[in-house]
Nanobody
């Protein structure tokens, strides 16, 4: 059973930074993909960034150059460093995990495990 617990959300002004963390009991699996997704009110959940067991990362175009996904296998943590935040980044952010395969996906249906979410609010 994979458990995911996010932390690190909050409220910042535009241009500010936040670092999200996800405690993940997944690193005993040899192949996996982990990702950060977000969902704004009235919108569908969308993929933000993913990283797999090979360390390969992927980002949605709107966050490239501003967000960085990383993992610390020894500490069982997944991170999302968010810089130059914009009001349109405001959303509930979710940590997600898939086991048994490595690669890229922004399809929510490909991820079987989800955290409870952490709110990020960026004011202009």
């Amino acid at each position: 059973q994979v458990q995911l617990v996010e932390s690190g959300g909050g409220s910042v002004q535009a241009g500010g930074s936040l670092r999200l963390s996800c405690a993940a009991s997944i690193y005993t699996y040899s192949r996996y993909c982990m990702g950060w997704f977000r969902q704004a009110p009235g919108k569908e959940r969308e993929g933000v960034a993913t990283i797999d067991s090979h360390g390969t990362t992927s980002y949605r175009d709107s966050v490239k150059g501003r967000f960085t996904i990383s993992q610390d296998n020894a500490k069982n943590n997944l991170y999302l460093e968010m810089n130059s935040l914009k009001p349109e980044d405001t959303a509930m952010y979710y940590c997600a995990a898939a086991v048994g395969w490595a690669g890229f996906s922004f399809h929510t249906s490909d991820f079987g495990y989800w955290g409870q979410g952490t709110q990020v609010t960026v004011s202009s």
